[in-house]
């Protein structure tokens, strides 16, 4: 049975087709269904659409299935579409007729959407808590690290000295500025659509400016066409959200997998944290870390499998829609995971001492003599020239001393400036509306 179905049944064929795999992710938004289920009857319940008796029996009702919901009782049917359908089909079976009403003023677009903005929003949260986990852990690293020296590479090829200090820190500040992304995407999901019904609005006198306060919401999609246009739009650009974080993370685990080669041998971790070999005894392999750049890798594949997904679609709404969460609900896990798997591993991460005393490394410290000529009167490409012809000759000998005082250098890594961004960014997500809304409506 369909909340639409009139006399005809659809073929069982039509069904499962369009259906797909919608049920399986329905149940992650079965809480929020509720929540926007409640926001609602208080509206119509305001604009007096129904009676101060049936909004509190609903509100009742909506709570007992919220608590089913959590404590992990309910479920979809068998015969029932969806999420929406099964939650109008218990109000109906438990309530009678005062479940039918509940729908007024609604229609299942805008009721999808809310639940996935509201599915978003809490699921934004969470990425910015893990980002921030693995942030504060990149910087404390970067502070115990600063005087390890390592080698820097351009072409990986040995550039200049580096430090596990400078190392460290570039990720903590990539992870700050992949926070403006987030936040880019958070603004969109952060808008209320409810009241745009179909996506053409409605008759009744829908008071969304209430309903919007109620959910939290910053703003609202004033316009019900852009409200409807922006499933879709949310979802790439959470997508190219993920992305960013997962193009932070790629580099980081790419590093990791080659600085644990024996030929390097720059850091290593704990055996319980590799994998063997089943041939070969001596191997310890990075699998987690080649794992998490795959999977970031994977990131990068939604937004274009979104715009995709959505290309050449006029206005209003389509059934292709649908499909999105197959890309953005996995994408978001995706993210969670590797987030806290990088976390956990670096934890346990072992660092080589005394890396750049090899004479292998000397020439790392051929633009420091450069620098030094410089400083001494000589000019730029004469020492340039003299320090290229000394390392020809194999006359060059390396006075391994560093003198980087400007911001962001070996010797100034900026922490507390980078710790400043990331404390600044976050603070311009509001997710103690988020809380502060639950709160209400589940009072």
Known sequence: MKIWQKNTDSLKEIEQFTIGKDTEFDLLLAPYDVLGSIAHITMLAKIQLISDNEFE???KELKNIYQEIQGGKFQIQEGVEDIHSQIEFLLTERLGDIGKKIHSGRSRNDQVLVDLKLFYRDKVKEIVESSKQLFDLLLHLAEK?????????THTQLAMPSSFGLWFSSFAESLAEDMDILFAAFQIIDKNPLGS????????????TFTTEILGFSDMHHNVINAQSSRGKTEKTLAFALSAVGGTLNRMASDICLFMNQHFAFVSFPDEFTTGSSIMPHKKNPDVMELVRAKSNQLHAIPNAIILNDTNLTTGYHRDKQLLKEYIFPGIETTLDCLNITHFMLKEIKLEQNILEDKKYQYLFSVEEVNRLVKSGISFRDAYKKVGLDIDKG???????????????????????INEKMQSKIKRFNFSMIELSKGRLLG
């Open 57 to 59: 029996a609903l509100s």
């Open 145 to 153: 690290h600063k005087q390890d020296l390592m080698p820097g590479y």
């Open 197 to 208: 019904a179909a996506g053409y609005g409605s008759s009744f006198p829908l008071d969304r």
């Open 395 to 417: 006359d060059f000998k390396a006075a391994a001393q560093l003198d980087h005082i400007h911001e962001g250098s070996i010797g100034n890594l900026c922490l507390e400036e």
